[in-house]
């Protein structure tokens, strides 16, 4: 079994930054992916960003065309903690943010982004709200 907590979310004006974190802990050696996902009210769970954990692919991210350029997912050394640093943020960015985590081994998922929420393990979100 994961664990994973979130913390960081806020409420930031339109331009604004803010960075979310994730530590992961149990049987982290277990996870091929790591992700962020949001969900807005009234709105379908959306894959935001994520890192292939470990094989060929160790450390590739991968985006939502609506976060690129402006949102980047990392994660820390020891490879517990994940991160998200939202930058430029949007009022259309505001949502419930969760850290999700998944055991399928790294380059094994077709479109990891598009199944980003429905992964095996989630975290209790933090709320972000951007306002104009």
């Known amino acids: 079994q994961v664990q994973l907590v979130e913390s960081g979310g806020g409420s930031v004006q339109a331009g604004g930054s803010l960075r979310l974190s994730c530590e992961a802990s149990?049987?982290?050696?277990?996870?091929?992916?790591m992700g962020w996902f949001r969900q807005a009210p009234g709105k379908e769970r959306e894959g935001v960003a994520g890192?292939?954990?470990?094989?060929?692919?160790?450390?590739?991210?991968f985006y939502a065309d609506s976060v690129k350029g402006r949102f980047t997912c990392s994660q820390d050394n020891a490879g517990n903690t994940l991160y998200l640093q939202m930058n430029s943020l949007k009022p259309e960015d505001t949502a419930m943010y969760y850290c999700?985590?998944?055991?399928?081994?790294?380059?094994?998922?077709?479109?990891?982004?598009?199944?980003?929420?429905?992964?095996?393990?989630r975290g209790q979100g933090t709320q972000v709200t951007v306002s104009s």
């Open positions: 999700a985590a998944t055991d399928a081994r790294s380059g094994t998922l077709f479109q990891p982004l598009y199944v980003l929420p429905h992964y095996k393990y």
């Open positions: 890192i292939y954990i470990g094989g060929a692919r160790g450390g590739r991210t």
């Open positions: 149990g049987y982290t050696a277990s996870i091929g992916y």
